[in-house]
Nanobody, 127 residues
Framework: QVQVVESGGGLVQTGGSLRLSCTAS????????MGWFRQAPGKEREGASC???????VYLDSVKGRFTISRDNAKNTLYLQMNSLKPEDTAMYYC?????????????????????WGQGTQVTVSS
């Protein structure tokens, strides 16, 4: 049984930092691309970042230069370092495991490209 569990969310002031973590079990973690998605109240879920099996990364334009995705395959863990946080980053953040080893142009679609999802961790940035 595959389990994906996020942690590390919280309340932070504008300009602050948070590091999200995601552990995945029940799958060969190092084989698959992994992604971070977010959903703000009243908005559609959007892809924030994706990392391939080999470590190639892609980002949503609005988080480029502020967020860094990384993975530790030995620990089955995915990270999202978030710096210079803004109120518009407030959202529920979800970790997901893809069916593929790379982040294709379809990765932002989320469902259909990512098979396994966590329950999410809330990030709130106060102004």
């Amino acid at each position: 049984q595959v389990q994906v569990v996020e942690s590390g969310g919280g309340l932070v002031q504008t300009g602050g930092s948070l590091r999200l973590s995601c552990t995945a079990s029940g799958l060969t973690f190092g084989t698959y691309a992994m992604g971070w998605f977010r959903q703000a109240p009243g908005k559609e879920r959007e892809g924030a970042s994706c990392i391939s099996r080999g470590g190639t990364t892609v980002y949503l334009d609005s988080v480029k230069g502020r967020f860094t995705i990384s993975r530790d395959n030995a620990k089955n863990t995915l990270y999202l370092q978030m710096n210079s946080l803004k109120p518009e980053d407030t959202a529920m953040y979800y970790c997901a495991a893809a069916w593929a080893s790379y982040c294709s142009v379809s990765w932002r679609k989320g469902e259909g490209y990512f098979n396994y999802w966590g329950q999410g961790t809330q990030v709130t940035v106060s102004s």
